[in-house]
Each structure stands twice: as structure tokens, then as C-alpha cells.
């Protein structure tokens, strides 16, 4: 079956960086819209970034507009969200997520954690 697999969380202090990539498997990657969502605990899951299926759009959520850059590869079937300047409140797991038509396919997710 089609699989997402998330990877690149972490323990990072305020400010710093950390780059998610989101592998997907048995699927035709560029057939799909990719987006990376994120939850926080007690809070509902919200959209953070997305990309377009060749890669020329995106789009972000105010909160980290001018921090985070969503790309992706459809070579490696890969994307990626680059997150620059972290503040606690990025704190969450972040869900990778495809979507084509009516399919839609979730990762795991990945933690998140920033923090002093």
C-alpha cells in the first residue's frame, strides 16, 4: 500500500532549524498535491505548507509564512518543508500528506520539539 514515511524531527533551541522530508512509496508522486500539516497537543491539526504536483505553487499558514519553505522532488519522490527560525509554539508533530482527486494518504508524523 501507499506509504509516507516522515523523518528529520527533533530537539532544536529556539531559532534554530530543522528540514522534514516526507519519502512517499507506491504511488505516482507527481500526480499529487503534498502538504505537511502539524497538531499540538489539545489542539486540532492545522495546515502549515503545500505544494502543487509539478512544484510551481505554494502556499502557507500566516504563522510561519517567511520561515518555512515547502519543495519538493519528484525524482526522489520526496518533499520537504525547511524550517527556519523555530519558536516554541512550532512545537507539534508534523504530518506529511498527499492528495490526488479523491485519495488522500497521512504519514506517521514526526516530532517537533523546540524548546531551551
Known amino acids: 500500500q501507499v506509504q509516507l514515511v516522515e523523518s528529520g524531527g527533533g530537539l532544536v533551541q529556539p531559532g534554530g532549524s530543522l528540514r522534514l522530508s516526507c519519502a512517499a512509496s507506491?504511488?505516482?508522486?507527481?500526480?499529487?498535491?503534498m502538504n505537511w500539516y502539524r497538531q499540538a497537543p489539545g489542539k486540532e491539526r492545522e495546515l502549515v505548507a503545500a505544494i502543487t504536483s509539478a512544484g510551481g505553487s505554494t502556499n502557507y499558514a500566516d504563522s510561519v509564512k517567511g520561515r518555512f519553505t515547502i519543495s519538493r522532488d519528484n525524482a526522489k519522490n520526496t518533499v520537504y518543508l525547511q524550517m527556519n527560525s523555530l519558536r516554541p509554539e512550532d512545537t507539534a508533530v508534523y504530518y506529511c500528506?498527499?492528495?490526488?482527486?479523491?485519495?488522500?494518504?497521512w504519514g506517521q508524523g514526526t516530532q517537533v520539539t523546540v524548546s531551551s
Open positions: 500528506n498527499a492528495r490526488f482527486k479523491w485519495l488522500v494518504y
Open positions: 507506491r504511488l505516482t508522486f507527481s500526480n499529487y498535491a
